[in-house]
């Protein structure tokens, strides 16, 4: 399927895949971060029940320690 | 515009800050100096010498709570700012209470769990307001790498999004800065953008 992940066209081999699904993909690893699907935060809890949909403008932000 | 004028229009709004370190300290006083009228400022710390790298703290404040010194060093630079400095833990239930009516939050946490919780908080239980975050800026240097992105509506991520502060990789006075006045400026961006509400109590 072809979503827009940080702002670029994104082809994900699978379809609705979930949001846990989605971050071992694109090895998204580092552990703090904020996904945002069609601009609704995911919470946390939700990455394993949350579907990620053809054509969805997904956002990934690592949060860093330090302030 | 003049300075008088938009310092006239600021006056009228109310920012809240998540912390009162490195970025906190350092954005408040950014706001301050620009007439942001009313400053919430939540943090339970006290001043450890360790800070003075990077914080907007004096030697003689040392062992103070941030938020009490911090309303001090305001009131030193502008009086007409109304700060309200709470010594609280933050956290998902008190944010929306301690926060409620500011027109934007700023998330000034050092640690990078509590990041997340902010962001969860502000963007799932007040939604609207925005959220100024700051995300990597750790050591010195590479300048080039610190950036600013609208994310959306009500989320605005500074910093670098990469270095994670640690004992090798300190948090210091002058990357920190330029991220916490970054987050100033989008505040300021914010609010210049917004509409006064002269109705409000």
């Known amino acids: 399927m072809k979503i827009i992940l940080n702002n670029r066209e994104e082809e994900l081999s699978g379809e609705n895949l979930s949001v846990s699904e989605m971050l071992k993909i694109k090895k998204f690893s580092y552990k703090m971060r904020i996904v945002k699907i069609n601009g609704l935060l995911i919470p946390r809890e939700e990455y394993e029940s949350t579907i990620i949909h053809d054509g969805d403008n997904v956002q990934m932000i690592y949060l860093m320690s330090g302030g | ?201």
């Not at chain 2, 920012?15 to 350092?26: C, D, E, P, Y």
């Not at chain 2, 990357?175 to 002269?198: C, S």
């Open chain 2, 1 to 201: 515009m003049r300075f008088s004028e938009i310092k006239d229009h600021l006056s009228g709004f109310r920012v809240g800050i998540a912390g009162a370190g490195g970025l906190g300290s350092t954005c408040a006083v950014a706001l301050a100096r620009s007439g942001v009228g009313t400053l919430v400022i939540s943090d339970f710390d006290v001043i450890e010498p360790a800070n003075l790298n990077r914080q907007y703290y004096f030697t003689s404040q040392v062992g103070m709570l941030k938020t009490i010194a911090l309303k001090e060093n305001i009131a030193r630079i502008n009086p007409d700012i109304t700060v309200i400095a709470l010594a609280e833990k933050l956290d998902h239930l008190n944010i929306p209470e301690i926060f409620a009516g500011c027109d934007v939050i700023v998330e000034a946490f050092d640690k990078d769990d509590m990041k997340e919780m902010i962001a969860e908080t502000v963007q799932t239980r007040m939604p609207g307001t925005p959220l100024v975050m700051g995300s990597g800026l750790a050591g010195w240097g590479k300048s080039e790498t610190i950036k600013f992105r609208k994310i959306d509506e009500t989320l605005y991520i500074c910093g670098d999004e990469s270095t994670t502060a640690g004992d090798e990789m300190p948090p210091m006075a002058a990357r920190v800065g330029i991220v916490a006045n970054m987050q100033a400026n989008t505040v300021i961006e914010i609010l210049m953008k917004k509409t006064r509400d002269y109705f409000r109590q």
